[in-house]
């Protein structure tokens, strides 16, 4: 890009764009960010159910945020972020404000892109965890659950269960049967393993949740309270069931800190670099995407609102199949949440 171009960073993310919250950026503010995480101009949830309701403070955010968008005197905004912020980017765009898209979340789950920058940070600390897990759980002999991020999209647990060599991989695509996880682990203990690792996603659920309605399924949990995830509860059953010792480990926001992966560093850059060829050209309303190994965009209003989940013909599923044990571990389920109809339960991968 030219050097007359001004750049304004937005605090804090849409939030910082309803409040008025912005700051002129100089070359000085981009030197040395290359390594760090998480971001230099904060962030904060600002869901996007909430962009058209009006508070108790009164305040109209579409409005307040095109207010913002007019004072700071932007041609185009652009905005890093997960599905949530690609939806109201979405919004935005339909308002008339010039936005570009770039995704950018740990989950990999952007629908129309192969990859997100952040995935494989987390992929990696993740697996991280699962290596140093199997020494303890091996001395101790013990079963160990190991939550992985990740509500809807299960590819973070994908991905670092087969790098991390787990025995049991359950993803919120494929609800779990309790007595066949179980199984799977007593089976592996007359197999003479004397531990196994079950790596959890966050957002797993078993049969009878996975056919509630999603917004009763969120309903139950936040009526449970932080401890009742379902880790905790899968360590329960498979502690209870099959009379093993079992810990669970939840890494938790450790998944989202520290330095960026290689790989993600030239990701951002290549996906930064588009974006900046789409601000010169003029070219709005899109987003970043990776397709099939190259850097290209997606319409805003053709990927917002959408998840990409694991799907059943998924390869890394089947080679994850492939190289365990154990089929899966249900049979084909309509899922009521939302999520495409999948066959599955649980992928095994080999244990080291
Ligand atoms: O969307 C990314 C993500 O890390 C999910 O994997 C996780 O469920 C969620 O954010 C956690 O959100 P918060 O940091 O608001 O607790």
């Known amino acids: 890009m030219g050097d007359n171009v001004e750049i304004v960073g937005i605090l804090n993310g849409y939030s910082g764009l309803i409040n008025g919250d912005y700051k002129e950026m100089s070359e000085d503010d981009f030197r040395g960010i290359l390594t760090l995480g998480g971001t230099i101009l904060g962030t904060k949830r600002t869901p996007f159910k909430m962009m058209r309701v009006v508070e108790d403070d009164n305040v109209d955010k579409v409005a307040a945020m095109k207010k913002t968008y007019k004072d700071a005197k932007l041609d185009c905004l652009l905005c890093l972020g997960g599905n949530g912020t690609h939806k109201t980017a979405n919004l935005l765009s339909q308002e008339g404000l010039n936005i570009i898209g770039l995704p950018k979340t740990i989950d990999n789950d952007i629908f129309g892109t192969d990859v997100t ?19 303890t759980a091996g001395s101790h002999s013990r079963v160990m659950c190991i939550e992985i991020m990740g509500n809807k999209a299960g590819w973070l647990t994908l991905y670092s269960g087969i790098a991390g060599g787990a025995d049991i991989i359950l993803l919120p695509e494929m609800p779990y049967d309790i007595d066949r996880v179980c199984e799977a682990v007593e089976r592996r203990a007359k197999r003479g393993s004397n531990f196994s690792i079950i790596a959890v996603a966050e957002g797993a659920m078993n049969v009878e949740e996975a ?13 449970q309270g932080f401890g009742a995830t379902a880790t905790n509860r899968i360590a329960q059953a498979v502690q209870k069931k099959t009379g093993m010792e079992t810990r669970v480990c939840i890494p938790g926001h450790m998944q989202r800190g520290g330095s960026p992966s290689a790989y993600d560093r030239v990701l951002a850059t290549e996906f930064g670099s588009y974006a900046a060829k789409l601000v010169e050209i003029e070219r709005y309303g899109v987003t970043v995407a990776m397709v099939n190994g190259r850097v290209t965009q997606n319409r805003l209003a053709d990927i917002a609102g959408k998840t990409r989940n ?7 599923l089947t080679v994850a199949r492939r190289i365990g044990r154990e089929p899966g571990l249900t049979s084909p389920l309509p899922l009521a949440n939302g999520c495409p109809t999948l066959t599955g339960g649980a992928a095994f991968s080999a244990s080291r």
């Open 117 to 135: 920058f952040g995935f494989h940070t987390a992929v990696d600390i993740a697996t991280d965890v699962i290596d140093r897990i199997h020494t």
């Open 310 to 316: 694991v799907p059943e013909g998924c390869e890394l």
């Open 211 to 223: 056919r509630m309605k999603r917004k009763d399924w969120m309903a139950k949990r936040a009526e």
